[in-house]
């Protein structure tokens, strides 16, 4: 099969993408700290609900991405402490949006939380100037149950030709 950046034309337009879901994060402050809700079932749509959590720290200039998943929706919490380049860029045929590219600036001066449906292609690059801290709560296990399925990732950063650039 031809790789789906072949078979796109080399141009995106700038726009919201369809089922990309931005909330705010808000921050609640006291005198011990802060919080901020990351996940609520009253808020997201029952059709998401994640299956698993986890947290990365992303060093200043490092990108992670772009790739896809066939299966997997991400639910990206962006909070801080430095600030994220997030760009997704619709490739599902089927959908309305599709040649539509987003970019988000994320993080600690615009904390959002980012739900990124199956089949979107996205990355996302520390643009601040110190580690940056990324929460995924994904609606699939990493590999699957006991992680004995392969991964569901389409690694586009490892195509030295892929029309998908951060930049």
Known sequence: MEPKS???SKTFTEGEIEGVVVRDLKRFSDAR???SELFRSDEI???FYPEMAYLSMTEPGVT???HEHVHQAD?????????????MW???RESSTFGV????????????SVLIPKGIVHGYQNVGTVSGMVINCPDQLYMGQHKTQPV???????DPNTIFRMG
């Open 101 to 112: 590219m987003s970019t988000l600036i994320v993080g600690i001066d615009n904390p959002k």
């Open 75 to 87: 639910y990206f919490c962006f909070l801080g402490p430095s600030n994220f380049k997030l760009r």
């Open 90 to 92: 619709d490739t599902r």
């Open 33 to 35: 700290g802060w919080l």
């Open 6 to 8: 072949a078979q796109m």
């Open 64 to 66: 992670r991405g772009p």
């Open 152 to 158: 569901d990732e389409i690694r586009h950063e490892d």
């Open 45 to 47: 749509s029952g059709s």
